[in-house]
């Protein structure tokens, strides 16, 4: 069992940004692919964005593609997700997830490691 912490949501108005991190509790991340996924009010989850443990392939939600950049630090133990010219559509709870493999780092069911969640809003 992998527990992660998120940190850096909030509330921004539209245009802005923030920047998420996310940590594993008292360990190292395992070695393999993660990534945030996001839940908004009354929508399915959506894989946002996805990094391989070596940070040589990443995978963009279409919707966010240009906007948000994925990144990770192994020796730091951390992995952001920097979001810019956020827009109202963005606003969803973000979820950190871990576990998944290179091959399959854009499957959503890929990743068994999920966080708490971070909220997002984005006001206008």
């Known amino acids: 069992q992998v527990e992660l912490v998120e940190s850096g949501g909030g509330t921004v108005q539209t245009g802005g940004a923030l920047r998420l991190s996310c940590s594993p509790a008292?360990?190292?991340?395992?070695?393999?692919?993660s990534g945030w996924i996001r839940q908004a009010p009354g929508k399915d989850r959506e894989l946002v964005a996805a990094?391989?443990?070596?940070?040589?392939?990443?995978y963009y939600a279409d919707d966010v593609k240009g906007r948000f950049a994925i990144s990770r630090d192994n020796a730091k133990n951390t992995m952001s997700l920097q979001m810019n010219d956020l827009k109202l559509e963005d606003t969803a709870v973000y979820y950190c997830?871990?576990?998944?493999?290179?091959?399959?780092?854009?499957?959503?069911?890929?990743?068994?490691?999920w966080g708490q969640g971070t909220q997002v809003t984005v006001s206008a």
């Open positions: 997830a871990t576990g998944s493999t290179e091959q399959a780092i854009n499957l959503i069911g890929s990743y068994p490691f």
């Open positions: 990094i391989s443990w070596s940070g040589e392939v990443t």
């Open positions: 008292g360990r190292t991340f395992v070695s393999s692919a």
